[in-house]
Structure formats: structure tokens, C-alpha cells
């Protein structure tokens, strides 16, 4: 094809358009999430879509990135972010019927910190079988406040992830008050006796999702999703290669849970962490956050 001299020389010496210049730089940015860390692993923001990625630019230095944008430089990165696969459902019901009602009736809400929580379990496959992992979430701001695995599936296990959680709040002074709505669904860890007695001991009031309704533990079944979906799965950012004992799953889970509540986005706190979120409502109810209010308080 014939080019004219003056044609080249223009083309060479033309500065590259804006928008060329704007898509190299959040290319760049798209980049750097694949750049491995020690132990072999990507950013975790790698597994974002489209509209968290969207939010996730704009927070990095990107404020009038598009959308359209985002989808169409991801696209030629290869970038699809995560596809949620199917759940394992793990509860087994108690025989003896007896358990307490569904206070919560599928409102899956809270007012403020500390007023429900939700709990539930699923199972992580090792080299010698099964790991367990529980979760408690605040529903507030969707936080896990508790977690904990087993290699047994126990009263002993659930009832320790909720003592974590209950400790975890009171030494980032954040305590919890007597009358906090505690919901599972009705597996038999939940609906033993021991567990219930825990529940009252602490001064915590008890409902259980009815028995054959799939939307009864919905809240913490997503994060659970959430959980096997981006810390387990084979290439997880969180992995650093083969689930073998319950020492690697204890790691994953840490650093999981830590991303997931202090840097993960999350679409229903409108693009904010869930630590973001509770800082807020601390920030716009007493003035400042409670650890600030304590040190100021001594002063």
C-alpha cells in the first residue's frame, strides 16, 4: 500500500490521542493484578466484573472511568472476573423437631452493627478428607465478625465460632448488647442443646430458618458462596497451590476473611467495605469511631 511521505512524517510525529493515553493507563492498572506475589498468587481484585472493577479504578486514581470502558479493556485483557458455580448444601436437620421459630422471616436487614447475626458452615476437601469453615456475619454491614474450621462437624465447632465473634467485637470496642438476633438454619449444631444454652448464656435470641425453604439462610449462604467461590477454587488469589492440611485452609481462610472485610467492594454497601461501612455509622451516631471516643474518654 502506497503512503505518502508527509503522511508518515505526520503519523510519527502526532502525539497519541487521549483516549489511547487513558486506556493505557488503566491497562496497566489492569495489569498489575496479575502480577504474582511470593507465594505465586494475583491481586484479589482479579476477580472482580465489570462493575466492581468499575468501582475499583475510579478509587485508584480513575474518576470518570466508564463502565463501558472497564468491560471493553477487560475484555482485551482477558479478564471475565469470577463466575459463581453451584452450592453443596451441608445442613443436616435435628431429629428431634424441636428448635426455635423463624424470627427473622427472610429480612435479611439490620438497622445497625450488632443487631443480626447470621451464621453457617460449608466444607473445604483436603488431601486426608474435609476441612469445615463457619462463618458469623453482621448483616448490617455484611462484616464477618467470626470464623472457625474443624476437621469435626460439631456442636463444639459452630459454638466456637460464635465465642471468636463474640470476642472479636468486644476488643475492637464494638460490644455486642444483650437481645442480638443470632440466625441459622436448622442443622443439628445449631439446634442442640448445648448450642442453645450458649445463646441464652450469652444473652443472644435465637431463631432458625424453616426446614425446606431455600431462601431460609440465604444471607450467609451468599457469603459462603462468596468464600468458595474466591479463596478455594482451583487459581484462587488465596491459594498458594494444593489444600492439603487444615493448616493451608486455616490460611486461606485468614487471608480471605481479612481482604473480604477490610479491601473487598461490595456492591450492597454501595461499593464500600464492610469496615468502610461500619466506620461510617459510628462516625454519623457518636461523633467518632468508639476506639477514638475510649482514648478520649481517658485523656
Not at 504474582?36 to 472511568?65: N, Q
Not at 482485551?76 to 428431634?96: A, Q, S, W, Y
Not at 435479611?108 to 458469623?136: C, E, I, K, Q
Not at 465460632?161 to 475492637?172: D, T, V
Request: proline share 4%.
Amino acid at each position: 500500500m502506497q503512503v505518502a511521505a508527509r503522511t508518515y512524517r505526520a503519523w510519527k510525529t502526532r502525539l497519541p490521542a487521549l483516549r489511547a493515553m487513558e486506556d493505557a493507563k488503566i491497562i496497566d492498572t489492569l495489569r498489575s493484578l496479575k502480577v504474582v506475589d511470593g507465594k505465586g498468587r494475583p491481586r484479589p481484585e482479579i476477580l472482580y466484573g465489570r462493575r466492581k472493577m468499575t468501582a475499583w479504578l475510579r478509587r485508584k486514581g480513575f474518576p470518570e472511568v466508564s463502565k463501558h470502558t472497564v468491560d471493553r479493556l477487560m475484555r482485551d485483557e482477558g479478564m471475565n472476573g469470577l463466575v459463581r458455580g453451584r452450592r453443596t448444601r451441608t445442613t443436616i436437620p435435628g431429629k428431634d423437631g424441636k428448635r426455635a421459630g423463624d424470627l427473622l422471616n427472610r429480612n435479611f436487614t439490620a438497622s445497625a452493627p450488632n443487631r443480626v447475626w447470621v451464621t453457617d458452615f460449608t466444607y473445604v476437601p483436603v488431601y486426608s478428607g474435609f476441612v469445615y469453615v463457619a462463618l458469623v456475619i453482621d448483616l448490617y454491614s455484611r462484616a464477618i465478625v467470626g470464623w472457625e474450621t474443624s476437621t469435626v462437624i460439631d456442636t463444639a465447632f459452630v459454638e466456637q465460632c460464635l465465642k471468636m465473634a463474640l470476642w472479636r467485637r468486644e476488643h475492637s470496642n464494638r460490644p455486642v448488647s444483650k437481645g442480638l438476633l443470632h440466625h441459622s438454619d436448622a442443622g443439628s449444631q445449631y439446634t442442640s442443646i448445648r448450642y442453645t444454652d450458649t445463646l441464652e448464656i450469652e444473652g443472644l435470641v435465637p431463631s432458625i430458618g424453616s426446614v425446606g425453604d431455600a431462601y431460609d439462610n440465604a444471607a450467609a449462604e451468599t457469603v459462603m458462596g462468596l468464600f468458595k467461590n474466591e479463596a478455594v477454587t482451583k487459581g484462587s488469589p488465596f491459594r498458594s497451590g494444593a489444600l492439603k492440611t487444615e493448616s493451608d485452609v486455616i490460611e486461606v481462610v485468614f487471608g480471605w476473611v481479612h481482604w473480604y472485610n477490610y479491601d473487598r467492594l461490595h456492591s450492597s454497601l454501595d461499593h464500600q467495605t464492610p469496615e468502610e461501612f461500619e466506620r461510617t455509622y459510628y462516625d454519623e451516631n457518636s461523633g467518632s469511631l468508639p476506639d477514638d471516643a475510649a482514648h478520649k474518654t481517658a485523656a
